[in-house]
């Protein structure tokens, strides 16, 4: 080994750290200016042949050893402060952050979003009503028709344009999991939503969570999460109860029942602690809501009306209860019973039945189980014995193979009966289900029916005969102008009042002295008796509902883990600090050792020679 190759390697310094001295810099540069090569290649006899006359001498090396300046390389340094200042990357806390929940489509659905943030506020995070500040976004989908998952998509878009965790929940996702645009994002199944925290707090960390599977006991598929989780309700005064998920039936355009599957009932014992619970705290209305609340108890052995009547033994005088959406078959079979309990008090007469179509042959390719004869006859009936009840129904204008005579069928239905409440909907062939295999209505004559049928239901007006009445309306929300206080009489119509808030929450008399196409208004009665539905005051807005001695247990539980947790976090990330520290004073310690036993090899070899 050469001198040239001793003292070049003297001057090698570890990866992690370097002490440079200024001079010794220079004198580094100036030798390889007069070097050839830093091989051997070129025979050295002598240690000064690479030292110049113009090179400091000894001792003028020695002089300026007072003026060594220390310093790291710039890579390390950051490296070191990034190390210093990030906590570990599995220190992140869940639990603390801000969420925005958005849903989209039914009752059902909208049931599902309020159980979810309950459970959520409950284990401490923050439900925010503004999108901006969330730290993760949950979005509650409906798959019924293609706008609904259109604003789906964009919301996800958003989500990502923003960098926001997402957490994608309902319908679409429980349907179609595998869809290019879910990718890579947590999914928590209709089903599953007894799990939004773990789903939650997983994302929160950075990892992606697929919850779909289905409920069973005993091989037996259950109705889906339990009815005892804590909720937020959107609205205090109403309560959202499911009586059951799925249907019987195979409605060729539905998607839903992709996502719901067949019927699974709750218990009648369920429903009624349900209802309780809702009194207790201060409800004054109650839903009762599925993909088709006429099939409930088919599968396990009870029926509507059975559940009907316990339900109404514990609505409070001045509370109601609101029947959901039930399809023609399954209602005929109770014909009598429901008329009956149509009538009570403190149940709202008003029942929603979709006909869908008025000709047989089009509910024959919708798979719908029954003919417009069976509509009639449901329709019939009840406004027979019920008088004054409202029907509302749905119709879908456009459904492949729909004739101009299918379809004038339709109108002639409409201006027979004069449904107050109409839902009309342009057929949408929805990916997967049969009817999007069939030939298809053109686009351009699917939107003239539905604008024909829409001009049909506006030209007449349901509530002119009304005015002058004095009614009896339950007071529970805001109109949406925040002009009046919303109330619904007994036939469920709604009835603008003055915005007392004295009324929120209570039954009053009003006397109705105008109408238009959807509502009326009514003039309170100055001796009329208002009714508190309920001795308990209403939860605040925001308040969680449903906090049993169960879940406080399991919420202690874990909110002593998170405690325990976000402790060891702090103190490992100090430890991980105070290691970091020490093992930068080691490196700087080993660092100036090399420097300086190099310098000494260098100088002891010098000095040898000129001895010598």
Known sequence: MCHGELHLKSLQFPESGVLIFQEDLRLIANNQEKMPSASCDTLLDDIEDIVSQEDSKPQDRHFVRKHVVPKVRRRNTQKYLQDENSPPSDSTIPGIQKIWIRTWGCSHNNSDGEYMAGQL??????????????????????????????????????????????????????????????????????????????????????????????????????????????????????????????????????????????????????????????????????????????????????????????????????????????????????????????????????????VQSASDTVLMEMKREYCVADFKRVVDFLKDKVPGITIATDIICGFPGETDQDFQETVKLVEEYKFPSLFINQFYPRPGTPAAKMEQVPAQVKKQRTKDLSQVFHSYNPYDHKIGERQKVLVTEESFDSKFYVAHNRFYEQVLVPKNPTFMGKMVEVNVYESGKHFMKGQPVSDAKVYAPSISKPLAKGEISGLTEEFRNMLGNHLNAVSHTLGATQQDSASSRMALQLQRLHQDCTLRMSVVLALFAFLFAFLIKVCN
């Not at 009503?129 to 989908?141: P, Q, Y």
């Not at 964009?154 to 997402?166: F, P, V, Y």
């Not at 959202?240 to 799925?246: A, E, H, K, Q, Y």
Request: net charge neutral; charged share 25%; with cysteine.
């Open 121 to 354: 506020a409950a284990y401490g995070y923050k439900i925010t009503e503004n999108a901006s500040e969330a730290d993760l976004w949950l979005l509650n989908s409906c798959t019924v028709k293609n706008p609904a998952e259109d604003h789906f998509r964009n919301s996800i878009k958003k989500a990502q344009e923003e960098n926001k965790k997402i957490v994608l929940a309902g319908c679409v996702p429980q349907a179609q999991p595998r869809q290019d645009y879910l990718k890579g994002l947590s999914i928590i199944g209709v089903q599953q939503i007894d799990r939004v925290v773990e789903v939650v707090e997983e994302t929160i960390k950075g990892h992606s969570v697929r919850l779909l599977g289905q409920k069973k006991d005993n091989g037996k598929r259950l109705g889906g999460a339990r009815l005892d989780l804590p909720k937020i309700r959107k609205n205090p005064l109403i309560e959202i109860i499911s009586i059951n998920t799925g249907c019987l039936n195979a409605c060729t355009y539905c998607k839903t029942k992709h996502a719901r599957g067949n019927l699974a009932s709750y218990p009648v014992d369920e429903l009624v602690d349900r209802a309780k619970q809702s009194f207790q705290e201060g409800v004054c209305e109650i839903w009762l809501t599925s993909e088709d609340t006429g099939a409930y108890g088919r599968d396990i052995g009870t029926s509507l009306p059975a559940l009907l009547w316990k339900l109404v033994e514990v609505i409070p005088e001045g509370a109601m209860l609101r029947l959901g959406m039930t399809n023609p078959p399954y209602i005929l079979e109770h014909l009598e019973e429901m008329a009956k309990i149509l009538n009570h008090p403190r149940v709202y007469a008003f029942l929603h039945i979709p």
